[in-house]
């Protein structure tokens, strides 16, 4: 452990930086999964199909009440106008007057009747409207239901296979550590990683630039870098510069 040497010690700090760059990548890409896979959008539309399914189902259900309400009505009004009309041709009833009073009778039952009919009919027509809405809300919604199990289950694959390499990637990561010889680098390491947006380690650019910050450095930096061999810091971003 205590051979290595600057040069080394620098491909190593590299080669960790590298592992950790991969693991946040795949981190933030967890954190997107979810949204990705547009779960909370596929929920949200689940939850208004089947708000839609209800209505149509309530709606259908009143209706139903209300034609087999009318329904009742009516047999109830035939059988009045069935009574009225044997009473009229019974015989029993002889005066004119109250035979007239039977017919109009008759006759206004009848035309209530006609009404009636004709909503009875209007109302088995919203029936059907009733049904088929009923029906077409209940395939949308295990249409979208169909939708949100597949995205839920692609986002569960991708959930475990990244999780899978980020766990991977950790213990190369940790085997890698411990070949840091020195204890003060590694917390220096952790340090920058934590405050430096998860770059800890920059590569010198082009002899001269920071990797990190892109910081131009002065004649005199580019000279040591050309010279001196292992880890730097860089004046401006505080980061560990390897060649
Ligand atoms: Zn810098």
Known sequence: MSDIDAGELGELLLSIQKLDTEILGLKRDIEGLAEKHNLGGLLEQLGKAKEARAEAQENLDDITHDQHKLDGELDILSSKIKKEEEKMFSGTVMNPKELSAIQ????????????????????????????????KTGRMVEEVSAEERRARDEYDRGLVEKEHRVGELEGERDKLKQEVPDEDVLALY?????????????????????????????????????????VFRCENCRRILVK
Do not use: P, W, Y
């Open 190 to 230: 952790e340090e920058l990683l934590e405050s430096k947006g998860g770059l800890a380690v920059a590569v010198i650019d082009h002899g001269r630039n920071c990797g990190g910050c892109h910081i131009e450095f002065s004649r005199t930096q580019i000279d040591r870098f050309q010279h001196d061999e292992g």
């Open 104 to 135: 109009a009778e008759i006759f206004s039952l009848r035309k209530k009747s006609d009404e009636m009919e004709t909503g009875d009919l209007e109302l088995m027509e919203a029936i059907d409207g009733g049904r088929a809405e009923v029906e």
